[in-house]
C-alpha cells in the first residue's frame, strides 16, 4: 500500500476527495430521508407548513455540504489564505454570471421564514404565463405544482413574485342572477331581503345576509337582479344549487315569477 502511494502521490488526496463527497452525499441523504418522513404535529404550525420547512432545510443543508466538501476538496491543494482569496474571486465572478442561479436560492432561503405558500395547497403563480396547480414539493431553487391537467411544472423560486393562494382565503363569492318581470321588481326586492336573514338560519354555511343588485341597471319588460352571497371558504359550490332552490321556492310561493 506504501508502495502504492509513493508510485501515485495524488492517491491520497484523490481518497480524501471521495470521503469528502461521499459524507456530503449521506448528509443529504440522510435529511432527504428526515424531510420525507411525516412531520410531528404542532398546535402553533400548521402540518403543511412543517413539512415545507423540512423539505427547504434538507435543500439547505444538502447544499452547505457539498459546497463544503468542494472547499475542503479544493484546501487539499492550496494554503488557506489563497483559498480565501480563490473564494473570494470566484463568488464575484459567479455572482455576475449566474444572478438567476443566486436569486432562486436566496429566494428558496426567504420561504424559510416567510409563510407564502405551504406543500398540499393550490396556488397560482403570475408570470408568462401563469400558472395554477398544487405545491408538490419545495426546495431551496425550485418549486413544483401539480396542474389540475396532470402535468408538472417546475418554477425557479426566483421567478416567483405574484402568487394568489387558493387556500388561505376567508370567503368564497357565489352569485346568482334572477330575471324578474319589471312589474314585480318592488315585491321580489321586498322578499329577497327578508329570505337573506332566513337563509341565515336554513344554510349555515352562509356568512352574512346577501347583497341585491342590478349589473345592468336597466329596466324594461324584464328586469335582472344578481345575488351576491358570502360563503364559508371552500363551500360556495355546494352552496349554490341549496340556495337556488330556496329562493325559487319562496319566489314561487309569493306569486313572482321568473322570465326565461
Known amino acids: 500500500m506504501k508502495d502504492m502511494f509513493t508510485q501515485f502521490p495524488w492517491m491520497d488526496e484523490a481518497i480524501k476527495i471521495i470521503i469528502f463527497f461521499l459524507l456530503a452525499w449521506l448528509v443529504s441523504k440522510v435529511t432527504v430521508w428526515f424531510a420525507k418522513r411525516r412531520p410531528r404535529r404542532s398546535k402553533r404550525i400548521a402540518p403543511e ?3 415545507t420547512i423540512q423539505s427547504l432545510m434538507a435543500s439547505a443543508i444538502s447544499l452547505i455540504a457539498f459546497v463544503s466538501a468542494g472547499l475542503l476538496s479544493i484546501g487539499l491543494f492550496i494554503e488557506a489564505d489563497t483559498l480565501l482569496w480563490v473564494v473570494g474571486l470566484f463568488s464575484a ?31 397560482e403563480i403570475f408570470g408568462m404565463p401563469s400558472i395554477e396547480g398544487v405545491i408538490e414539493t419545495i426546495s431551496m431553487r425550485t ?7 396532470g ?15 387558493f387556500s388561505r382565503g376567508k370567503f368564497s363569492v357565489l352569485k346568482i342572477t334572477l330575471k324578474i318581470a319589471a ?12 329570505l337573506s336573514k332566513e337563509a341565515m338560519l336554513q344554510l349555515p354555511n ?13 329596466i324594461g319588460q324584464n328586469t335582472e337582479l344578481t345575488l351576491i352571497a358570502k360563503a364559508k ?23 313572482i315569477s321568473l322570465s326565461p
Do not use: C, H
Request: charged share 20%; net charge negative; glycine share 10%.
Open 233 to 255: 371558504f371552500g363551500k360556495a359550490a355546494e352552496m349554490q344549487p341549496k340556495l337556488l332552490d330556496l329562493v325559487q321556492q319562496r319566489l314561487g310561493e309569493s306569486g
Open 93 to 123: 465572478a459567479f455572482g455576475l454570471g449566474a444572478r438567476p442561479v443566486i436569486s432562486d436560492y436566496l429566494t428558496g432561503f426567504s420561504f424559510i421564514f416567510e409563510d407564502t405558500f405551504s406543500i398540499g395547497e393550490k396556488v
Open 206 to 218: 352562509l356568512i352574512e345576509p346577501w347583497q341585491i343588485i342590478s349589473p345592468a341597471g336597466v
Open 49 to 51: 407548513r412543517q413539512a
Open 183 to 194: 312589474s314585480d321588481i318592488g315585491s321580489a326586492i321586498d322578499l329577497l331581503e327578508s
Open 143 to 149: 418549486s413544483s405544482l401539480r396542474a389540475p391537467t
Open 151 to 165: 402535468e408538472l411544472y417546475i418554477v425557479p423560486n426566483g421567478e416567483i413574485r405574484i402568487i394568489r393562494n
